[in-house]
């Protein structure tokens, strides 16, 4: 299939009217876009995390903040084939960080315990089959958040699983889907904030145009 030309080609990935490679301050510019961009998109849901603030923690705010940033890259020409990538990554961005930034505070401080589960039940509106352990400490004490890693199809009330929690209490505890798995891998959230990185920084270098 024969690749587009002319303006179909300039509209989807962006002019680039440079000759050879592209200026480095222009590199330069695309590079701050893309790491500042990834940085404000974390900002709001990784800062809620840390200051315990559930209304933060959501990532909704982080959202508006991708979609803000996506509608910059279009109001200086970036390809409309960069747009797309770039919003989705945004939005992934804005839910996963502040769950990132929970996995590393439990990393950093997080305390493993038993807990003796109570009932389980399946949400209907989660994964489906994923099931959710209310649980309490030993003492009797309830947890205020139900439990799923670990919650397999076999746990019944009465039974002990684990969790890992925070002892200042700015994260919400979660289940240990197995014995000595104290934390979860960080693998995706850091490979979807690199390559919307990545991208944005791509689209702002493509989209310079001689007028400008």
Known sequence: MPRPKGP???A????????GGPPHWLVAEGL????????VIAGPGVAGTLAGSAMLRTGEAGVVVALGLVLFLGVIGAGRAFLGV???LGVSWAFLAPKAASEAVLLWRGQAQSVVVTSVATRGDEAPGRRYCAVRHADGTPLSVKIWRGCESTTGPGDTIGIVYDPEGQVPPRGISRPGALSQPLTEPIGVGAALGALSA???VRSYRLAS
């Open 8 to 10: 179909i080609r300039a």
């Open 12 to 19: 989807l990935w962006g002019p680039a009217e440079y000759g």
């Open 32 to 39: 701050a876009v893309g790491l500042v961009g990834a940085v």
């Open 86 to 88: 770039i919003a989705v």
């Open 202 to 204: 791509i689209a702002v």
